[in-house]
């Protein structure tokens, strides 16, 4: 019986330092594999989700290239997560993506979800390739955009192949699950609004994350959601997601925060969580599995 309970052991220890197929499966924190969708990300399309900040050239490349290239790309921004001075007035991200050779762009703003649900407001998004979610607070893009048909032009949008990207606010409304969403203030992470437009499924995303001291922030919404997976983006950074799979980009980095690791960090090989620590960070170049939830490409070694 002892020897028995030594293999076992033994093997147990095996499958947690190669957990990167089979522990997202296995674990009894997270969803099974029956209930998990074939797509974490779009089946089609792609996500530009940026964690606020100035935004690097090399995002703004890759959005432009996913949209069909400045050429040809037709891209809709929409400023509705801004205050109502800045939702009605041209946002710096119309400009900057007009002196990179975008002509074809649109202003699209309300924050009357009656009026999203009309064929007339919803009509540029038939011919866009892209759209862009400007920063502020997300709960406004949710009470104007959920459930409604500019929502689903969105996700049709995603279906024919094109990108939604987003930073700060548009970075949030992405997800699944949003923090940040109450009303009365960003502090709160768990508030009164928590549906997002869910591009990204059992997903939640924090943003400014390293530049604003807000790297523990999420340890406590998975804890308490452990279904879903945490990303807590920084500044000038992003994750292009497009189905199971995301990369980094951008000048900083970005965090995760997954129940199994915060539930028994020691159990992760050190490489992936050398410090052991609840999270653990991604920097440009690397790529995540989003199904298994596993690392799947690492950054080039720094020389000193």
């Known amino acids: 019986m002892k020897k028995q309970l030594l293999i076992i052991g033994f093997l147990l220890s095996v499958g947690l330092s190669g957990r990167a197929q089979s522990s997202a499966a296995q674990s009894s924190t997270v969803q099974s594999s029956a209930a998990q969708p074939k797509f974490v990300g779009p089946e089609k399309g792609a996500l530009v989700i940026v964690g606020g900040g100035a935004i690097t050239p090399d995002i703004w490349n890759r959005f432009i290239e996913l949209a069909g290239g400045p050429a040809t790309a037709n891209i809709v921004v929409i400023p509705t997560a801004g205050e109502d001075s800045a939702a009605n007035s041209t946002p710096r991200e119309y400009e900057t993506l007009r002196k990179l050779g975008v002509t074809k762009?649109?202003?699209l703003h309300t924050r009357d979800?009656?009026?999203?649900?009309?064929?007339a407001f919803v009509a540029p998004l038939k011919q866009a390739t892209g759209i862009w979610f400007v920063g502020g607070r997300h709960w406004r893009l949710a009470d104007s955009y959920l459930n409604t048909l500019a929502h689903r032009q969105f996700n049709a949008l995603l279906a024919r192949g094109g990108v939604i990207g987003g930073t700060s606010a548009g970075a949030t409304i992405q997800g699944s699950f949003m923090v940040r969403g109450d009303t009365k203030g960003n502090a709160i992470m768990i508030g009164d609004h928590t549906q997002g437009l869910d591009f990204i499924h059992n997903v939640t995303i924090d943003q400014h994350v390293m530049r604003r001291n807000?790297?523990?922030?999420?340890?406590?919404?998975?804890k308490a959601r452990p279904e879903l997976l945490g990303l807590g983006i920084d500044e000038g950074t992003a994750v292009v997601v497009q189905q199971n799979t995301f990369e980094v980009l951008g000048a900083s980095y970005v965090g995760i925060y997954d129940a199994r690791q915060i539930a028994s960090s020691a159990q992760y090989p050190s490489g992936q969580n050398s410090t052991g620590g609840p999270f653990y960070y991604?920097?440009?170049?690397?790529?995540?599995?989003l199904q298994t939830r596993t690392v799947i490409a690492r950054?080039?070694?720094?020389?000193?």
């Open 105 to 107: 762009l649109t202003l």
């Open 299 to 304: 950054a080039p070694q720094r020389s000193n």
């Open 214 to 222: 807000r790297q523990f922030d999420l340890i406590e919404v998975i």
């Open 282 to 289: 991604l920097s440009k170049g690397q790529k995540f599995d």
């Open 113 to 119: 979800p009656k009026v999203a649900n009309t064929e």
